[in-house]
């Protein structure tokens, strides 16, 4: 199966479950963003708006386990076949939250380091650890085996994850950056106005971790199906043959 239909797999069961992880994702994007803008908007001295926007990101890392492991409990109890609402999704991810969150910090150095070897090696080493993130919830792994274990497990589907990760960052970039501009250049400025256009502009990322889990289950089919028991095979989670 190519990458692009995984791809319209990946759209067509975030567009049927978008309001259960708008649900879970956007409480906490609403008032990230938020933040951000009335940061953005009424702070003008550079070193408190440098100082606001260090403790901006370090709460932006401290949440984001939290709704990213409950999109992935919710993605995953949709492959069982028992899917579970957004409150319940959010408080069980919580026991995955240190794990989770060592696994993004790891990540992110890794990646981080490679970027600084001529872009090329970060992007590679982000492809690899694509599966981390749900090794470490699903598999119930430690942050360190989530990316050695991703890494092994890439290593056969690197170039179908390649290109649809590619293809997804890039369109939400393109989205991103001219809605931004639009923004930041209006004359008088407001939150009420600009929050719920950048929080559900954000939202577009979970269109990525939904992809990166479709190809998870791909995998984990193939090569490691005893691990992880399923009511439904994992090729069938996102088609909009069984909706």
Partial sequence: MSTFEYLRQSFFFFKQNFSVIAKIQLPFLVVLNGLALWLDINVT?????????????ILSLTLLPIYWGATILLMQSKLENAPISASQAVFASLS?????????ILTSFAVFGGLLLFILPG?????RLAFADYICVLEK??????L???WKDTADYFWTLLPGLAILF??????????AHTLSNMEERSILI???????????GALITVFGFRIYCVMRED??????????????LPDDTDQ
Avoid: C, H
Wanted: a negative charge; proline letters at 6%; zero cysteines.
């Fill in 223 to 236: 090569n490691r199906p005893q691990e992880i028991n399923s009511s439904k095979p994992a090729d069938d």
């Fill in 123 to 127: 992007v590679y080493i982000g492809v």
């Fill in 148 to 150: 050695k274990q991703s």
């Fill in 45 to 57: 001295d550079t070193n408190e708006f440098r100082e606001k926007t260090a403790y901006i990101s």
């Fill in 141 to 146: 792994q430690s942050a360190l085996n989530s």
């Fill in 96 to 104: 995955f939250w240190r794990s989770l969150l060592f696994t993004f």
């Fill in 194 to 204: 600009e929050l719920p256009i950048v929080a559900v502009v954000d939202l577009l």
């Fill in 170 to 179: 890039t369109g939400i970039q393109l989205i991103e950056m001219p809605i």
